[in-house]
């Protein structure tokens, strides 16, 4: 190798060790953290949007719009924005033994929680009635469960003791 060689190459190892060598690595290192996460986030951002779809989609629920607010906007914000907050600490470091995983994973526990225990007098509606349909019912609900189990496995992953790996 020449000197010039040797001097670049030395250049990009400098690079390499100022950027941290675990910072280019660690999403490959807890990929299933970094997906679910991610999952989290974006499903929160579908709670958001549900119940606008469900209107162009003709699966409406006649309730009124602080209802909707009440129900999908904020719980889907407050799911996405901490599913975010978890998706990029996932990519910086483990979730097991982060207090702030933990608070962010609760945080979207009790979200999720929300929209399930909204949505469950629409369910029962679709049950006795056929003022509101079981297609209508179904899509209003259907990020409740996946948000909720998400964010339950996000809080025990992080409520674990700290990964010796890290």
């Known amino acids: 190798m020449r000197t010039t060689d ?4 030395a250049s990009h190892l400098t690079i390499v060790e100022a950027m941290g060598a675990n910072s280019l ?3 490959a290192s807890r ?3 970094v997906r679910a996460t991610a999952a989290l986030a974006l ?9 606008y779809l469900a209107t162009a989609l003709g699966l ?7 209802v909707e607010v009440v129900d999908h906007v904020v719980p889907g914000v407050l799911v996405a924005a901490a599913g975010f907050y978890l998706t990029m600490l996932a990519r910086r470091r483990s979730l097991a033994g982060a207090t702030s995983a933990l608070l ?3 945080v979207c526990f009790l979200a999720g929680f929300w929209v399930l225990s909204t949505h469950v007098p629409l369910l029962a509606d679709a049950a006795r009635s056929a003022s509101v ?3 209508a019912a179904l899509w209003h609900s259907s990020t409740a469960v996946p948000v909720v189990a998400l964010a339950l496995w996000c809080v025990l992953r992080s409520s674990s003791a700290a990964d010796p790996a890290r």
């Open 31 to 33: 990929p299933a953290e």
């Open 60 to 66: 409406e629920v006649k309730v009124s719009s602080l």
């Open 43 to 51: 499903l929160g951002a579908w709670t958001i949007v549900v119940p």
């Open 133 to 135: 349909s079981w297609a």
């Open 104 to 106: 962010a994973g609760g």
């Open 25 to 27: 690595h660690s999403s």
């Open 6 to 9: 040797l001097a670049a190459s």
